[in-house]
């Protein structure tokens, strides 16, 4: 069972079929195409359960296994596959292959993505159902994939349809809701993004930065709305009580208690994106493990 919003009882870290872990690492699939061996083992000794990789990657997901053959026990889960870019056929494909050299290690996340930068974009239930399906007929289990899911629909879609839902720039509160709507047993992911500095002006310029996209997006827009934020907080630049929401900042002791905030909230599984350059992501990791509980 999941833990509850108050955070008593443990998590069940087995409901996908995976164990995934409490905390992963987020990252685009272009940074986990760049890093080493070496690297991949020190997040893996670290107590880090899987990389969640966004970006969109293409269909052929050549690059997973380089990731899987240096490490034993990491998973890989997709941050996500657009549905818009890779067809169902070429990734289920991608899926069995991966799944036949490394079983049990690969989590398959498809989302729709932005509608502003998609020129065939229709309803995202439709088109998200839709490509479930296809998954289906390829035979992909339903508890190796989950879905990118915000609004209420999508989050049902995603638990009666996959593993569960892997929401990205949300708050606990989304995770609350979240898992009051899809139910005890369905997985809850969401990323979250982190910034190692005290300086809070210094920590939301990095997060400004980093959100700036997101908010031309009508979809995390309308996200934050349902959340409570106003107008005035989701106009760029983002106000900081909407920075100070999506990014935790300050001493690793209260970046991993923000964390937490996610897992006393339902949260199965928390993947964490440290905003920093290449060459300090281990350091970072290194760093906030000890305040999670992982070493």
């Known amino acids: ?24 690492v987020f990252g685009r699939f272009q940074q986990w195409k760049q890093v080493t061996a070496a690297q991949l083992s020190d997040i893996e000794a670290l107590g880090y359960g899987a990389i969640w990789a966004g970006g969109s990657p293409p269909a052929e997901l050549d690059w997973i296994e380089s990731i899987l053959e240096p490490t034993k026990t990491l998973k890989v889960a997709t941050g996500i596959v657009n549905i818009w870019s890779a067809a169902a056929g070429p990734v289920a494909e991608s899926f069995h292959r991966i799944e036949k050299a490394h079983p049990g290690r690969f989590l398959l996340g498809i989302g729709a ?72 047993d369905a997985l809850i992911a969401p990323a979250h993004k982190v910034v190692l500095n005290t300086d809070a002006a210094q920590a939301r310029a990095i997060g ?74 281990i350091p970072s990791l290194t760093a906030l493990a000890g305040p999670l509980g992982l070493t």
Not at 1 to 24: C, H, K, S
């Open 208 to 281: 400004r930065e980093a959100l700036a996209p997101y908010l031309k997006g009508t979809n995390y827009v309308n996200s934050w709305k349902r959340l409570g934020f106003t107008d005035s907080d989701v106009a760029d630049p983002g106000s900081d009580a909407l920075i100070d929401a999506l990014v935790a900042y300050g001493k690793t002791d209260a970046i991993a208690a923000r964390l937490n905030e996610h897992l006393a909230a339902g949260a199965t599984h928390v993947s964490v994106q440290v905003l920093t350059e290449p060459e300090e992501l």
């Open 113 to 184: 993505g932005h509608p502003e930068l998609i020129a065939q974009y229709k309803k995202p239930y439709d088109a998200l159902n839709e490509y479930l399906a296809e998954l289906d007929e390829y035979g992909v289990p339903r508890d190796q994939r989950v879905v990118a899911a915000l609004g209420p629909q999508v989050l049902k879609l995603a638990a009666r349809r996959s593993a569960g839902a892997h929401p990205y720039l949300t708050t606990p509160q989304h995770t609350a809701q979240a898992r009051a709507l899809v139910g005890p």
């Open 1 to 24: 069972m999941y833990r509850n919003i108050l955070g008593a009882g443990p998590v069940d870290q087995t409901m996908t079929g995976l164990t995934l872990g409490t905390f992963g």
